[in-house]
């Protein structure tokens, strides 16, 4: 297989990744919670946080075989890059780590910048302008409203766009199933 049938390959068997993304909805849907706890102890929302971004990979797992989609597709080459993509956030996390107790009541829209700046080679390996323009649109969105607001509207606002996101791909999906 040359390159980019690579690409359509694990973009197809692994249906571009959707699953990861179902999962942060519903984590977004937790922080909101979160976000949302009547203590005022701003230190122990962030740590909660943190816990509950923990469990994103085994809820994409549970997701994947509901929708039927490979949750790694081990025998493409392309498999390994897309770890690596994954994998770029946990450096990223270093950033959150040192806001979670400098700026404490920024660490939620941190964290919204990192997980959407993450997504851009994505778009890159799935040839899905939906990876490309999200990744792009949350980072700014994160970034602008996180000034202005507080965590739960940054939360608000990434269980929206996230959803959207998960329309958009669902519908790529749908699209490169038809060209098949």
């Not at 919670?33 to 994103?56: M, Q, R, Y």
């Not at 790694?72 to 107790?101: E, R």
């Not at 040839?127 to 999200?134: E, G, H, I, L, P």
Request: proline share 4%.
């Amino acid at each position: 297989m040359n390159l980019d049938e690579l690409r359509i390959d694990i973009a197809k068997r692994g249906k571009k990744g959707i699953h990861f993304i179902i999962a942060s909805v519903i984590i977004w849907c937790a922080v909101l919670v979160i976000s949302l706890l009547p203590t005022e102890d701003i230190l122990t929302k962030n740590l909660l946080t943190f816990c509950f971004t923990a469990p994103l990979p085994p809820i994409a797992y549970m997701i994947s075989k509901i929708i039927k989609a490979e949750f790694s597709t081990n025998d493409n080459p392309l498999n390994k890059l897309g770890i690596l993509f994954s994998c770029n956030q946990f450096l990223y996390l270093l950033i959150a780590m040192w806001i979670y107790p400098t700026v404490p009541d920024k660490m939620v829209m941190v964290l919204a910048i990192i997980f959407g700046a993450h997504l851009l080679p994505f778009g890159w390996l799935y040839k899905s302008k939906a990876y490309s323009v999200m990744s792009i649109l949350i980072s700014f969105t994160a970034i602008t409203i996180g000034i202005i607001f507080n965590a739960v509207v940054v939360s608000i606002v990434m269980v929206v766009i996230e959803s959207i996101f998960c329309i958009w791909l669902m519908l790529e999906n749908k699209s490169l199933n038809m060209k098949a």
